[in-house]
T-cell receptor
Framework: RKEVEQDPGPFNVPEGATVAFNCTYSNSASQSFFWYRQDCRKEPKLLMSVYSSGNEDGRFTAQLNRASQYISLLIRDSKLSDSATYLCVVAGGSYIPTFGRGTSLIVHP | ETGVTQSPTHLIKTRGQQVTLRCSSQSGHNTVSWYQQALGQGPQFIFQYYREEENGRGNFPPRFSGLQFPNYSSELNVNALELDDSALYLC????????????FGQGTRLTVV
């Protein structure tokens, strides 16, 4: 079983739609959780951290469920510019970030 | 811009050759990690350097080696290149090994023919 698993998609949604991505992780001792965004042929960039109580940043909401070992990312009112790959990232006691394979999002007009 | 720079940006090598990739970390960051990202996959952790010492290693063979210098810049060396080594190689710096948020360079795209 991979340490971090994501549905690769692609998720193909119209502008204005709400879309949700899930990610599961295998190490119950994981301590830090993030979502990164990666545009085509570019480097990953931090989108947001994920906190135990859940957190929101504008149209983006992240949730963590430690009992079930999954994190989620909800994007509301999708924009064309949201088209990218979204990488789930988990780190344990070593603090070394472990990446999922990413979920591809395509927002169309 | 993250302040992390990598060179070269693109490289073509022949199978069996050796390659050195370079990374200049963000100012004040003492921890550098290297990742390999194959097409359609997420970044895979190769190894990490903290204050010039290897501080963690992923599931990569010994022909992948590295260095970190006193100014915290870093090199990734790959010997005996194989076709499957073709990938985007990403360097990520962190302020300290105890912090997880990573800042990535733009990557080096290596093609092995």
């Amino acid at each position: 079983r991979k340490e971090v698993e994501q549905d690769p998609g692609p998720f193909n949604v119209p502008e204005g739609a709400t879309v949700a991505f899930n990610c599961t992780y295998s190490n119950s001792a994981s301590q830090s959780f993030f979502w990164y965004r990666q545009d085509c042929r570019k480097e990953p960039k931090l989108l947001m951290s994920v906190y135990s109580s859940g957190n929101e940043d504008g149209r983006f909401t992240a949730q963590l469920n430690r009992a079930s070992q999954y994190i989620s990312l909800l994007i509301r009112d999708s924009k064309l510019s949201d088209s990218a790959t979204y990488l789930c990232v988990v780190a344990g006691g070593s603090y070394i970030p472990t990446f999922g394979r990413g979920t591809s999002l395509i927002v169309h007009p | 811009e993250t302040g992390v720079t990598q060179s070269p940006t693109h490289l073509i090598k022949t199978r069996g050759q050796q390659v050195t990739l370079r990374c200049s970390s963000q100012s004040g960051h003492n921890t550098v990690s290297w990742y390999q990202q194959a097409l359609g996959q997420g970044p895979q952790f190769i190894f990490q350097y903290y204050r010039e010492e290897e501080n963690g290693r992923g599931n990569f063979p010994p022909r992948f080696s590295g260095l970190q210098f006193p100014n915290y810049s870093s090199e990734l060396n790959v010997n005996a290149l194989e076709l499957d080594d073709s990938a985007l190689y990403l360097c990520a710096s962190r302020p300290n090994r105890g912090q997880t948020e990573a800042f990535f360079g733009q990557g080096t795209r290596l093609t092995v023919v």
